[in-house]
């Protein structure tokens, strides 16, 4: 198993040496931060592979720190919440988390998570699966070996999840993709049944194409089925 740096962001020391410990165990390098600002002053040096985010910390938060990271960095994070309700999950996953702990949580769950994510962002340098490293669809251009999205001439800044889906959904433009194809591609099997992953996801790529072009419908929704790209936009 490929090794990986994680950094994790708790102000209750026991959370980061459970957490620690166990990740280490497994060969990962890891790091800590107590709170929000010390964790974006981390980012730069330590340079993670994904981060562990505790949402409820005084001063600033976790959610401020994941809107302030997501305006420099797309690095994967998880956030850990102590509150069982949806709430902090949506709003984790609005401003751009890929995944959520609920504690307290057990190893097998933070193993499960953190190799569930770091899976999915591993083909983010693998080669293009289309023949061409280009695709248009309207005034839609992906560069599949860059990893970059433009609607006209502007760039859409989409998230590792983000433009995983949207390249899923442009390469079956026309045909109607089911929630659980969608979770199982781009997110894991295991994900397959987690619809709100999926409609926080199209909700924000729909919100970004939509600050470019308000116009633009290209993502039709099939309530109950799953999403499709438009052929003719």
Known sequence: MKKHKILIVDDEPKIIRFISANLKSLGHETAACSNGPE???TIDSFDPDLLLLDIMMPGMDGFEVLRRLRSFSNVPVIVLTARSDSSDKVQGLNLGADDYLTKPFSLDELFARVNAVLRRFEGRTSAPSSSSSEIELGAVRLNLAQRRTWLGETEVKFTETEYNLFVLLIQNAGKVMTHEQLLSDVWGSEYRDDVEYLRVAIARIRQKLKQID??????VTY????????SGE
């Open 39 to 41: 964790a974006l002053e």
């Open 214 to 219: 308000d116009t633009l419908d290209l993502i």
């Open 223 to 230: 309530p109950g089925v799953g999403y499709m790209a438009r």
